[in-house]
């Protein structure tokens, strides 16, 4: 690495496939690299471990008609809690923040009718979700506000027409999610063009979570012992608002890391629990931030993980980990069992690559014994198929680096190229698998929309723990290759891949494909 310039390594990266082989405590070091800069609160900020973890409520349909679940939510401000004492103005589906949690099936339509009483365009995207493109949130899908007058709404498409190319409603959208995938935990967040980061940092995000009767039929934990968890950073004003830069791009361009850590949306809350095994459903839901989680009990003993799901659902088998790598987007399903202690034992969720009061996350205390019925199986997903690399399967390569684009402006691009509505980096054919590798001068998240995929290959060696199972987000790390076969099933259309470093996203580190 010292050796070979950043140009020359991901040149070669991108041209030829190529990796470097560096050593575990090397990619260890490259793991707990900074992803973005500190924006520092203005006010006092709350002890941690002062306030009950709160749980995103579930949403229920307005009504079912031909074999599909419609349900209404309104985008609007709210006011809430965050900091003990002083209130935050969210902006929140049905304005909380998370949003309401969405429990759908498995090849059941759904069908989210959206009103948009705020003041700005929003797009909302199901993450993780194999959805027709005019439902997928492209970012520049402008859902107007409803108090937007006619002028503004014709203003508005004839901006963007042609340099933009987008899909323009007022006041209302309806999304369609078909759902022809596994049972998965997904999430849903905005996706404006140019202004992701700030919209889901004011609280546009949510958890959606889909069923399936393979799930249904494993003894898994469940119903309140099955806890999503929503892990992100924010920073705040002296006032309790939230405080975020007014040129983020120019003053944070690597990503913005607040103080403050929030679970479902409190600071470094506590859930009480009984000694049985829990199911929680983790999401990385921060800008920037990266977490590297451990379980810390008294006395020094650790606690151990079990994971049994990842961003696209059910691994084939159980997977026990010591630590838990989550960088911005992915999620985790995993099960602790509390059991394994004593009752009246604290055990506190650390993220080992934050530094300061921030490397604390929440606590967890063991208050009572109870029955549990629940197990890990030693088989999970009998429907999980393992992709294997064929002869004459396409290969691309997507090189994610800043860029000069010359008089002294650097952007983030993929291939070198700013993000431009226009430009199609890749034409997969509907139902293929494809070998993509994607190499980094930078931490960077890579997403894509609609298709799934598997990491076959990191930095020259095998995958990461945290790359068991199907995905839809995968961490490359500085000077790093990795290689995924992504299948791309479900519909035709444009869809997109991009850095889910909501800053980066931002700074035009988008690129399209178009499924053919």
């Known amino acids: 690495m010292r050796r070979l310039s950043r140009r020359g390594f991901l040149g070669l990266a991108a041209g030829a496939g190529a990796a470097v082989t560096v050593g575990a405590a090397g990619w260890s070091r490259l793991a707990g690299v900074s992803t973005g800069r500190v924006l520092a609160s203005k006010g006092p900020l709350p002890k941690p471990f002062g306030v009950p973890l709160p749980v995103p409520p579930v949403a229920r349909p ?24 002083r209130k935050t103005a969210v902006w929140g589906y049905d304005g909380i923040f998370p949003g309401p949690t969405f429990a759908a099936r498995s090849g059941r339509r759904t069908v989210l009718q959206v009103r948009n009483s705020l003041t700005v365009p929003t797009v909302t995207h199901l993450h993780g979700g194999v959805t027709p493109p005019e439902s997928d949130g492209y970012p520049t899908d402008l859902l107007l506000p409803a108090r937007c007058s006619p002028g503004q709404a014709r203003q ?37 063009m ?9 609280g546009l995000a949510g958890f959606f979570l889909i069923g399936d009767q393979e799930e249904d039929r494993l003894p898994l934990p469940g119903g309140e012992r099955d806890v999503p968890l929503m892990l992100c950073d924010r920073s705040f004003e002296e006032d309790g608002s939230f405080r975020y830069p007014a040129h983020g791009h120019d003053a944070f361009p690597d990503g913005v890391l607040g103080d403050v850590q929030l679970v479902n949306g409190a600071p470094w809350p506590v859930l009480e629990v009984s000694a049985t095994r829990y199911r929680f459903r983790l999401l990385n839901a921060s800008n920037a931030r990266r977490y590297q989680l451990r379980l810390d009990a008294e006395g020094g ?3 151990r993980f079990v994971q049994i799901g990842s961003d696209g659902g059910l691994l084939a088998a159980p997977q026990p980990l010591a630590t838990i790598g989550m960088a911005p ?31 604390d996350v929440m606590r967890f205390h063991i208050v009572r014994k109870a029955r549990d019925d629940s197990r890990i199986p030693a088989r999970l997903a009998t429907s999980f198929d393992t992709l294997t690399p064929g002869k004459g399967m396409p290969v691309r390569a997507f090189d994610f680096r800043r860029t ?10 993929i291939n070198g190229r700013p993000f431009s509505t226009g430009t199609v980096l890749a ?3 509907l139902g293929s698998v494809e070998r993509w590798r994607f190499s980094s001068d930078f931490h960077h998240p890579v997403h894509l929309h609609l298709a799934q995929f598997q990491v076959t290959a990191r930095g020259g060696g095998p995958p990461a723990p945290a790359d068991a199972g199907w995905k839809d987000t995968v961490d490359v790390r500085p000077y790093e290759v990795v290689e995924v076969l992504a299948r791309f099933a479900g519909y035709k259309g444009r869809y997109m891949l991009h850095c889910h470093n909501l800053e980066h996203e931002d700074m035009a580190m988008m690129g399209n494909f178009q499924v053919v």
């Open 62 to 85: 307005v009504r079912s008609e031909r074999g599909a679940d419609v349900y209404e939510v309104e985008q609007r401000e709210g006011r809430a809690e965050i900091l003990p004492g």
């Open 194 to 202: 140019d202004h992701s980061a700030p919209q889901v940092w004011r």
């Open 329 to 359: 987007g992915e999620r985790c399903d995993a099960v602790i069992d509390f059991a394994e202690f004593p009752t009246g034992s604290r055990i506190t969720l650390r993220n080992m690559v934050a530094e300061g009061s921030m490397r």
């Open 301 to 303: 003993r650790r606690g």
């Open 404 to 413: 000069n684009t010359g008089e002294d402006q650097q952007m983030w691009t």
């Open 427 to 429: 034409s997969p054919r």
């Open 156 to 192: 508005a498409h004839s901006g963007m027409a042609g340099a933009h190319d987008g899909r323009i409603a007022v006041g209302y959208r309806s999304y369609e999610y078909p759902l022809p995938q596994r049972a998965a935990t997904l999430w849903y967040h905005d996706h404006r």
